[in-house]
């Protein structure tokens, strides 16, 4: 007749031996279900008990299958771009995987490169592919076919996407609140005998060449923004040489408060800012990027109102000044935006990519998903120089900008490490003029 009480305690005895000692507590317990359940002749503790040990047996494994990859991780990243070349090439010569497509993506790529020249020395040979790959980013690219040989990068680059969506239309949405709380200010200090139509913006009066407005050049940068972003509201400062069509000496605004300093306007801005995010927050994840604004317009459109003075009947409008550009990439204002933004993920990942290129896979890995280098470029202005009030005022500067930095400088690492592996695997594949077959594959 067999002592299940001896077993439990020969059991817990080997299975100490040789598990994680984090595991001994759960060994002691399977030994008390089991002896108790002998004991006391208990068929359910003993059942408890065997489910127990069961458990520990399970969990014993997933150690040892965690240990295993923990100590061949390196050697498994290092052998990521071999291991991929030998896949796809095998795919490739199988005809299971054409990539005509991606050639003639990188041709277009090379063509739109040398006839945009620029300095690009710090991607070297890269340059044609990165400037491709940033502008496949791009959410006003949404449409457009990602290379086959992104097979495995795919939901990596729609992620990107999603992530450059969100910053450029808060930064709409920032810009359209400036506008508003400008106007809201001039109507509460102006008599209405003075204001001329002239001083409410583009979706207050319904006017054609309100849409070409100062607000939606593209000359604007988020690091070096003047006390307020370039309005479409142009007013010309008091004795001023020239004076704007909007301006023309009808409105003598107020001496400024303490209210209106630019440290109670960055909190105001700030706590807008905050206020939003959290709104988005609040959207559901499953939806796509641009249903999910286009669902939030009225929400965002009311939340806006109710940091300015504007007048109630300015809100249908307003709102529906949101909702087209929020959710029509054709809108001057989006595409001013988004091209701003575009020329700072390329002058940050130009840095990052010059940085990468001469890594190891392993290295590459561990500076990419873990540690961060220095910032580059955190506190330049937009012609790549060093600004000096940015640099004094690091410590002011707004949480909008603060975020939109921190998340430039984010996509840029994630676009640099899946460029440069990407890179590694295929240009001798696809894209450089070169044989499949002479390659050194094994």
Not at 266 to 283: C, M, P
Not at 293 to 302: D, F, H, K, N, T
Request: some cysteine; proline content about 5%; hydrophobic content about 40%.
């Amino acid at each position: 007749m067999a002592d299940l009480e001896k077993v439990a305690s020969w059991l817990s005895g080997v299975l100490k031996l040789h598990c994680a000692p984090m595991r001994d507590e759960w060994v002691d317990e399977m030994y008390s279900e089991l002896s108790n359940g002998n004991r006391n002749n208990d068929m359910a503790e003993l059942v408890k008990g065997m489910r127990s040990l069961l458990s520990v047996l399970e969990a014993m494994k997933l150690d040892v299958a965690n240990h295993q990859i923990r100590c061949l991780r390196p050697m498994l990243i290092e052998d990521t771009v071999h291991f991929e070349q030998r896949f796809f090439y095998k795919k490739i010569a199988a005809n299971r995987l054409d990539i005509s497509g991606a050639r003639l993506w990188y041709a277009e790529a090379l063509r739109c490169n040398s006839s945009a020249p620029q300095d690009t020395r710090s991607f070297g040979e890269m340059a044609a592919f990165f400037a491709a790959l940033a502008k496949l980013i791009l959410p006003s690219t949404a449409k457009e076919t990602i290379p086959n040989t992104f097979l495995f990068d795919e939901e990596r680059i729609i992620k990107l996407r999603s992530d450059m969506l969100d910053a450029i239309n808060l930064e709409v949405c920032m810009r359209l609140y400036d506008d508003l709380d400008r106007v809201s200010r001039i109507t509460s200090v102006t008599p209405s005998f003075v204001s001329p139509p002239t001083s409410v913006p583009s979706y207050v009066v319904d006017e054609e060449s309100s849409v070409h407005s100062n607000r939606n050049s593209g000359d604007f940068s988020f690091l070096n923004t003047p006390p307020s972003r370039p309005s479409s509201l142009a007013l010309s400062a008091c004795g001023s040489t020239t004076s704007s069509p909007r301006s023309s000496g009808y409105i003598t605004l107020q001496p400024p408060t303490s209210a209106d300093t630019a440290e109670s306007k960055t909190d105001k801005d700030n706590t807008v800012y905050d206020s939003l995010v959290a709104l988005l927050n609040t959207a559901p994840q499953s939806q796509r990027p641009q249903q999910r604004w286009q669902g939030l317009v009225p929400s965002i459109a009311i939340q806006i109102f109710r940091y300015t003075n504007a007048p109630q009947d300015f809100l249908p409008r307003f709102e529906a000044k949101l909702a087209q550009h929020l959710c029509e990439m054709n809108s001057d204002l989006y595409q001013a935006v988004e091209a701003t933004f575009q020329r700072r993920i390329m002058r940050s990942l130009s840095g990052r990519a010059k940085d990468f290129r001469s890594l190891s896979s392993v290295a590459l890995f561990s500076v990419a998903t873990g540690g961060r280098m220095g910032n580059s470029g955190s506190t330049r202005g937009e012609d790549g120089g060093c600004d000096p009030s940015m640099a004094s005022e690091a410590g002011q500067m707004s949480r909008e900008e603060g975020a939109l930095q921190e998340l430039v400088e984010d996509m840029a690492v994630r676009l640099a490490h899946l460029g440069i592996l990407h890179w590694r695997v295929w240009a001798q594949l696809a894209y450089l003029e070169e044989d499949p077959d002479e390659m050194d594959i094994e």
